[in-house]
């Protein structure tokens, strides 16, 4: 069955320092897609990637980047020098391709970035 | 990007009022997702709709019910409100691409508080 993880309930960090949220799934698909979202205080979940089964290129998007390996069902986040502004919660999520786009979400990781 | 909206984003309203949860997305999306999140916990889906007059529950067990008669309108109803109800339900629309391709914009939520 498809099943995401996140072991780290919550993280607390001193603004500036480099943080990893880690993410690990189970499927039995080959084709799929995976997702993190960033929930901040006010409760929406904004979209920050999608990433597809195929594609296993690292992605770099200004302070964040992804590492993406198949061989360890993994999907970590990282924040580089990280920001208050960054304190939220972070999910990760799976896409399988016979479920209609379906979502399966990991538990969150709350991160706190103090100043 | 999708521009999604729920109303309203607070409700305190006591035991056994029937209230409905409106979420609206101006972007023409075939797909409509109602998650309910209780504070700090995972999201959980509780219906999704695949366009006009499509259907369908989650996986979580949900008391409340929805309709999709116009493909922009997903709204929420509980007939009968109870403390247990007491969460967050957050609304998502997402564009048919297939095989689980699509990706999930969210709104911003709305918090319900059941006395």
């Known amino acids: 069955a498809q099943k995401v993880t996140q072991a780290q309930t919550e993280i607390s960090v001193v603004e500036k320092e480099d943080v990893t949220l880690d993410c690990v799934y189970e499927t039995r698909d080959t084709t799929y897609y995976l997702f993190w979202y960033k929930q901040p205080p006010s409760g929406e979940l904004v979209f920050l990637i999608r990433r597809n089964s195929f594609d296993e290129q690292n992605e770099i998007s200004g302070r964040y980047s992804w590492n993406f390996q198949k061989s360890t069902s993994s999907f970590n986040f990282t924040i580089t020098a990280s920001q208050v502004v960054d304190s939220a919660v972070y999910f990760c999520?799976?896409?399988?391709?016979?479920?209609?786009?379906?979502?399966?979400f990991g538990q969150g990781t709350e991160l706190s970035v103090k100043p | 990007e999708a521009d999604i909206y729920q109303t309203p984003r607070y409700l305190v309203i006591g035991t056994g009022k029937k209230i409905t949860l409106e979420c609206s997305q101006t972007m023409g999306h075939d797909k409509m997702y109602w998650y309910q999140q209780d504070p700090g916990m995972e999201l959980h889906l509780i219906h999704y709709?695949?366009?006009?007059?499509?259907?369908e529950k989650g996986d979580l067990s949900s008391e409340s019910t929805v309709s999709r008669i116009r493909t922009e309108h997903f709204p929420l109803t509980l007939e009968s409100a109870r403390p247990s109800h007491t969460s967050q339900y957050l609304c998502a629309s997402s564009e048919f691409k297939g095989q689980g391709r699509e990706t999930q914009y969210f709104g911003p939520g709305t918090r319900l508080l059941v006395l």
């Open positions: 999520a799976l896409s399988e391709e016979n479920q209609g786009g379906k979502l399966i």
């Open positions: 709709s695949y366009g006009v007059n499509s259907t």
